[in-house]
């Protein structure tokens, strides 16, 4: 029999996710997506991603740019119900005509988003270790190295939800 993972509620989590449950809970209307629901069988891995995700939002990208980043990784790591949550959050940025070329991995007209998309996956397919030529490239559409490390932040993030909410079903 495979395990599986409870839909929990603020009631039923364990108890050392019920103050994060109750936060989320209250930022959604009061109620709990499956995603976080299912994440808070494991308090620990909920509360990193939940930090890790704040942290990224506090980084220097910009809202469209953590998007791209975002859908880059979920559609790469299959995650369904992160592809559906950002296109929907890219639809409120106004761009969400960007949603069709980055399901089919096409390069984004934008050569700024281009180059994101691309040093993305070049940090995912290299873990990391990305050449000096993918660096100047990232340089040279307009990021700094801040911002290449916040490209590792965010790809650690959303590596992490992505995978949880595979591994759970969400």
């Given at each position: 029999m495979p395990?599986?993972?409870p839909?929990?509620?603020?009631d039923t989590?364990?108890?050392?996710?019920t103050?994060?449950l109750t936060?989320?809970a209250?930022?959604?209307g009061?109620q709990?997506?499956?995603?976080v629901?299912?994440?808070a069988?494991?308090?620990?891995l909920?509360?990193?991603?939940l930090?890790a995700?704040?942290?990224?939002q506090?980084?220097d990208?910009?809202?469209l740019?953590?998007?791209?980043?975002?859908l880059?990784?979920?559609?790469?790591?299959?995650?369904?119900?992160?592809?559906?949550?950002?296109t929907a959050t890219?639809r409120r940025?106004?761009?969400?005509?960007?949603?069709?070329?980055l399901?089919?991995g096409?390069?984004l007209d934008d050569?700024?988003?281009s180059?994101?998309q691309?040093f993305?996956?070049q940090?995912?397919?290299?873990?990391?270790?990305?050449?000096?030529a993918d660096l100047?490239?990232?340089?040279?559409?307009?990021f700094?190295?801040?911002?290449?490390?916040?490209v590792v932040l965010?790809?650690?993030a959303y590596?992490?939800?992505?995978?949880a909410?595979?591994l759970?079903?969400a």
């Amino acid at each position: 029999m495979p395990l599986t993972f409870p839909d929990h509620t603020i009631d039923t989590a364990p108890s050392e996710a019920t103050a994060t449950l109750t936060r989320v809970a209250s930022s959604f209307g009061g109620q709990l997506p499956a995603a976080v629901a299912r994440m808070a069988e494991a308090p620990e891995l909920l509360d990193a991603f939940l930090t890790a995700s704040r942290l990224f939002q506090g980084s220097d990208l910009t809202p469209l740019e953590q998007e791209v980043l975002i859908l880059t990784v979920a559609l790469r790591n299959r995650c369904e119900v992160c592809v559906e949550m950002h296109t929907a959050t890219l639809r409120r940025l106004g761009h969400g005509d960007l949603e069709p070329t980055l399901r089919d991995g096409d390069d984004l007209d934008d050569p700024r988003l281009s180059a994101l998309q691309y040093f993305t996956h070049q940090v995912m397919d290299s873990a990391g270790g990305v050449t000096d030529a993918d660096l100047a490239s990232f340089a040279d559409a307009g990021f700094t190295s801040r911002q290449a490390l916040d490209v590792v932040l965010g790809v650690g993030a959303y590596t992490l939800s992505t995978f949880a909410n595979r591994l759970t079903r969400a």
